[in-house]
T-cell receptor, first 113, second 112 residues
């Protein structure tokens, strides 16, 4: 979801549970999407990407789902670990030769041991 | 280097002073980006360089902000006459032909 002011959406899960982080994007012309993870004091780190000709892509413990009909993107993290605690950003690109990404506000994931 | 390098990691300055922030992108990456991240916020696009093309400056918040990229590699973001609202983390990223941007750790700017 979207954040208002200084308050990020937050998700708190128990270690070992699965996490689902959601993102609504705005541009129906976007054809490329990325999820980034940002730990405290660090720059965003690439997790997984997906192109608009796909609706699902899997990585190691992570899955990204894309629903173009409702312009919705989700990141699923299996067997969440304390090291997964971070802010997660989705980003979209409108395609073509423009490499610019538009970032969402982010979701804070807290994993409780 | 192995990744995007930014310096300094922290910068404290007085209101009204000019600051320069440096970014060393991943070798061979043709695209370089600057973002600003305020506390608890997402990434605000500032400027984008792609090869020898004219930079996309559409995100620069005022004419106090400028950036250069010399020789298609190192970039410097300059903020003139800094204001307290300029306090933020300034992130640099670079990418190759694909869209994955690789980020540096950022420069935390504090304007007193």
């Amino acid at each position: 979801g979207e954040s208002v002011g200084l308050h990020l959406p937050t998700l708190s899960v128990q270690e070992g549970d699965n996490s689902i982080i959601n993102c609504a994007y705005s541009n129906s012309a976007s054809d490329y999407f990325i999820w980034y993870k940002q730990e405290s004091g660090k720059g965003p780190q690439f997790i997984i990407d997906i192109r608009s000709n796909m609706d699902k892509r899997q990585g190691q413990r992570v899955t990204v789902l894309l629903n173009k009909t409702v312009k919705h993107l989700s990141l699923q993290i299996a067997a969440t670990q304390p090291g997964d605690s971070a802010v997660y950003f989705c980003a979209e690109n409108s395609g073509g030769s423009n490499y610019k990404l538009t970032f969402g506000k982010g979701t804070l994931l807290t994993v409780n041991p | 280097g192995a990744g995007v390098s930014q310096s300094p990691s922290n910068k404290v300055t007085e209101k009204g002073k000019d600051v320069e922030l440096r970014c060393d992108p991943i070798s061979g990456h043709t695209a370089l980006y600057w973002y600003r991240q305020s506390l608890g916020q997402g990434l605000e696009f500032l400027i984008y360089f792609q090869g020898n093309s004219a930079p996309d400056k559409s995100g620069l918040p005022s004419d106090r902000f400028s950036a250069e990229r010399t020789g298609g590699s190192v970039s410097t973001l300059t903020i003139q006459r800094t204001q307290q609202e300029d306090s933020a983390v300034y992130l640099c990223a670079s990418s190759l032909a694909v869209n994955i941007q690789y980020f540096g750790a950022g420069t935390r700017l504090s304007v007193l």
